[in-house]
């Protein structure tokens, strides 16, 4: 099991201040309901959306916040986290049926990810990823 660290992100380049909050029904919103995004924003989203890269999109014309995972939102220079809403973390888990403990498809694809974090070592974010993979595996 790795964490995944999402934080609040608003567009940086709006003048406005972030006036609601997106939620995405697919991804991060295990978050939303103990992070202090309702405080800030109440608890009904502008949109739900179903992609992250859709809530950048609409980030960019809206001035809406997000629940956004950490390394995702730092690849987009115009988003900015808010400071006064706390990181969250959320589990990740590698996820089979327990009949398919001993099967070689599932051994393999769980060493294939692993080899990948191993070669990202020596990447710009290769620490980052060794620390997932010695945790995960």
């Known amino acids: 099991m790795v964490d995944l660290c999402v934080r609040a992100y608003r567009n940086v380049l709006l003048e406005a201040p972030a006036t609601g909050w997106i939620a995405t029904a697919h991804g991060v919103?295990?978050?939303?309901e103990t992070s202090d995004i309702f405080a800030e924003f109440g608890d009904m989203p502008q949109f739900?959306?179903?992609?992250l890269d859709m809530t950048v999109e609409v980030?960019?014309?809206?001035?809406c916040?997000?629940?956004?995972?950490?390394r995702y939102a730092e690849r987009f220079a115009r988003l900015d986290f808010m400071e006064h809403i706390p990181e969250q973390s959320l589990p990740?888990?590698?996820?089979?049926?327990h009949t398919r403990k001993t099967d070689q498809i599932i051994k393999d694809t769980?060493?294939?990810?692993?080899?990948?974090?191993?070669?990202?070592?020596?990447s710009k974010f290769g620490k980052f990823f060794a620390d997932i993979a010695h945790k995960w595996f």
């Open 29 to 32: 919103d295990a978050a939303v």
């Open 110 to 122: 769980l060493d294939w990810i692993e080899q990948g974090f191993h070669r990202l070592q020596l």
């Open 59 to 63: 980030m960019r014309t809206s001035a």
């Open 92 to 97: 990740v888990w590698a996820c089979y049926h």
């Open 48 to 51: 739900t959306l179903h992609s």
């Open 65 to 70: 916040a997000a629940l956004l995972p950490s």
